[in-house]
């Protein structure tokens, strides 16, 4: 079974970092995409950043470029997202979901994620 784990949210202060990780299992790593997607309350799931598969490619929503970098180790099967100078409207539950796609598309809708982890949530004060 695709089995997806997020972790590493907390509570930090404006303009400070947190790194999420996800841990993959139950597929092979490299033949996935995996995102990163984030809801807070009353608002619709919204892509943030996605790695595709074979990880040639990445993808951002414009909210968090220049800010947040999404990375993976092989090794350990973990894709992880670096985000940094945070925001208070970075407040969100993240959620990390993977899926397979043709090549190296890595789309930011969360309707085109199959396989989702639960969440971690960050909030960001100010």
């Known amino acids: 079974d695709v089995q997806l784990q997020a972790s590493g949210g907390g509570l930090v202060q404006a303009g400070g970092s947190l790194r999420l990780s996800c841990a993959a299992s139950?597929?092979?790593?490299?033949?996935?995409?995996i995102g990163w997607f984030r809801q807070a309350p009353g608002k619709e799931r919204g892509g943030v950043s996605c790695i595709s598969s074979s990880h040639s490619n990445t993808v951002y929503a414009d909210s968090v470029k220049g800010r947040f970098t999404i990375s993976s180790d092989n090794a350990k099967n973990t894709v992880y997202l670096q985000m940094n100078s945070l925001k208070p409207e970075d407040t969100a539950v993240y959620y990390c979901?993977?899926?397979?796609?043709?090549?190296?598309?890595?789309?930011?809708?969360?309707?085109?994620?199959?396989?989702w982890g639960k969440g971690t949530l960050v909030t960001v004060s100010s």
């Open positions: 979901a993977a899926d397979s796609f043709w090549g190296s598309a890595c789309p930011l809708n969360y309707r085109a994620m199959r396989y």
């Open positions: 139950g597929f092979t790593f490299d033949d996935y995409a």
